[in-house]
């Protein structure tokens, strides 16, 4: 322990805001990681679209390579560090090299993993090597982990997480500022707080995306990602947020899995959670993590989900683990153990809230009732909020019901006419 | 990776709830744990004081050993699991048998480690081997992988910590119920909440074992457990917990460490902190570890701080490492480069919490007033908030002040002969 003192060399690839952040690590706490590892951490390489660009840290030292593939062959680069981004192109072909060179992979790439994580994880395991990918999920906060490490002895029961930060950030500006959607997301939009394509956060999909990893080291699962039920917040009113306060909840968008006799359960969308629970207590764009196990109860993670620093942290923990020794596989367990479970919508019965307009005529409501009524789903409460021209908003919060017989309700809705659109229903996670 | 099927073996030391908790999940998740191993994990040999006792699960399969240090040394155990506990005695013995033999100790006594934790890092280093001891903070938390792997690559700033869950249900159940320390405290001890001796837990000692070794890993530091500054919970009063309910704060027992110009700055005693943060909002016996780092920011973990399955868990977290192959050193670098740090008293400034009863006559509050300001202590609110026969309860908060300063006030007071019982002063730590 300690008593190797060749330098475990990194190959970097992608010099944004996480790649530099990383760099200035290296630079900066040299001795510390030295100390800390039992051998220097050095930067053999590094790689980017631009080579002519202050990064806020001088990179001279270090190979330059055009082509990140080449820079995952060279000799003297022993764990490539990818934070290019994209789930194809580059990344992926430069994480194969590596791999197929017998060389370690950290990443950041929770898109890369959640599209590709079962061929490349089999990938690693047929070269010897392994991908760590710690960044890739809530960025800073130790969860992976946590999840695969520290509870390894659990039987894990569910694994929640509010994993966009965006989405967060949005959500409680317009609960704070009592202001709605379009307008806070217009303002997210200016401030840079949303990625290119703001669908990848709003609608839940990079959240998507973090939840399938999670999926596939707690129940140790084949990472599947088309199987995630996803919702965006973009339906999501100011109205949903203040019925929400009044009831004693607060709307997140929430990822939960938990593995059933049907198979693996796994949405990302917006939900109702207490108030005065860890999850409805989180502001602003942190991120928080919840893991049940049958050993340890509930263990709740929070801290930044992204950011310089927080990533390049999460980066780094996984290359002092490779520079200690410490190999686990990919997904915590070999490729060929990795379960294909059938993705399966909610069979635990849960509570949810209803939000729709109905037709302001006589007997709608009615109407509405007697669909739940069949259905077999049984109101807890209804209220119509106020009135507009030829609208009356209805709120309605069911008893414990399954997804299956509420969809059926819902489908039921729209035959009776009166309801104007389609309604807005959101699970009430019992947290 | 998974290609090495023998077995790792376990001798364990202990077998009171947390050695059959362990005894269970190896039986019960034996092919999780060899999935996730790559290797199965097998019990050898058992050890407890007494052998003819139910403890819930079969132990006949094992080895019976009278001796801990003869179960230590067989040559069929690779990891000694030491859950017998105390500082000194069989523990200690057992602990560097197994590290004489070049052996890993996977343990959850956190008094012997805060005692003797850099002998046994110093020797465990020279003979190859290395301790673990997650469950010996804040149970079935992974806060010392969080922090000592997860976060490798940060300085640390301050670590944070509510870790007996004893004195945070006594302060919980006083705020809820509205009652007197004694009643709350016969109440957990009929309940079985508290230790043998419960000066551990009400004292905060076994909070302080804790946070020593907390921040030995955090700053680089050797354990030192006689550096920190403990106080226990004993002299907080309802009255205490209701005043700072009014200011926005909660009293938690809060161990809470940093590394100045003057040192380290550890201490373990009743705070202030702000109701609407995580650490005000924990209830019970919950558990919660803050970590601040230079890159990563803030990072709160929470979860169970004792119990079987939790504290099993974290065990059984550590033993997997060591399957897998992971070893770090003890405290996360070589002994050899664990500094000596001198213990500091808290040199930043913060406000202070003030509780005292005067004698109730004329220019009391007056000469009271004026010691505090001799030390150069300003006060930011003061307040009388009653009268008793011959007796004036006051309230003071202070201005942020040296904990310095503050102390040379409190030594003022004694000399006015107005201050009839020696002060109440909590600090109100910015979380």
């Not at 303002?187 to 394509?197: F, H, V």
């Not at 198979?263 to 602003?284: K, N, W």
């Not at 635990?348 to 809230?353: E, R, S, T």
């Not at 509405?368 to 507009?388: N, Y």
Request: aromatic share 4%; glycine share 12%.
């Amino acid at each position: 322990m300690g008593g190797d003192r060749e330098p475990i060399r990194l190959g970097l690839a992608g010099l944004g805001t996480v790649g530099a952040g990383v760099a200035k690590i290296v630079r900066r706490n040299a001795a510390a990681l030295a100390a800390k590892a039992g051998r220097p951490v050095a930067i053999s390489a590094v790689c980017a679209r631009t080579r002519d660009k202050d990064r806020g840290v001088p990179l001279d030292a270090y190979a330059w390579e055009d082509d990140p593939v080449v820079l995952a062959r060279r000799s003297d680069v022993d764990i490539l560090v990818e934070l290019m981004g994209g789930s194809d192109g580059p990344a992926l072909a430069a994480t194969e090299a590596a791999l197929d060179a017998g060389k370690d992979v950290v990443t950041a790439n929770k898109a890369m993993l959640a599209i590709h994580g079962q061929a490349l994880a089999e990938r690693a395991e047929a070269n010897g090597a392994t991908i760590r990918f710690e960044a890739a999920v809530a960025g800073g906060i130790p969860v992976m982990k946590a999840l695969t490490e520290g509870l390894a002895a659990n039987g894990l029961t569910r694994v929640m997480g509010v994993m966009n930060g965006t989405c967060n950030y949005i959500l409680t500006r317009m609960e704070d500022g009592g202001l709605p959607y379009d307008e806070v997301f217009a303002e997210a939009k200016a401030l840079g707080y949303l990625e290119a394509d703001p669908t990848l956060d709003v609608g839940g999909i990079d959240a998507g995306h973090k939840l399938a990893l999670l999926a596939a080291v707690a129940f140790g699962t084949r990472v599947d990602f088309g199987g995630i039920g996803i919702e965006g917040i973009e339906r999501i009113s100011i109205e949903d947020i203040r019925q929400a306060a009044e009831l004693g909840y607060r709307v997140k968008l929430l990822g939960v899995a938990r593995m059933s006799g049907r198979g693996l359960e796994a949405s990302m969308a917006p939900c109702l959670v207490p108030t005065d629970s860890p999850l409805g207590q989180l502001e602003g764009a942190t991120n928080m993590v919840v893991l049940e196990g049958d050993q340890v109860g509930q263990i709740v993670l929070r801290g930044a989900g992204a950011g310089e620093g927080p990533t390049a942290s999460a980066v780094m923990g996984d290359v002092m683990d490779l520079a200690r020794g410490c190999r686990v596989p990919t997904f915590g367990q070999s490729a060929g153990h990795l379960v294909a479970a059938a993705p399966a919508r909610a069979t635990l019965p849960a509570p949810y809230y209803l939000r729709m307009a109905l037709a302001d005529r006589p007997g709608a409501l009615a109407k509405v009732a007697a669909v739940l009524g069949e259905a077999g789903v049984s109101i807890d409460r209804m209220r119509q909020t106020r009135h507009e021209a030829g609208e009356a908003p209805v709120l309605i919060v069911t008893h414990p019901t399954t997804r299956a017989a509420l969809d059926a309700a819902l489908a039921g809705m729209e035959g009776t006419g009166v309801v104007l659109a389609a309604p807005v229903a959101l699970r009430i996670e019992q947290v």
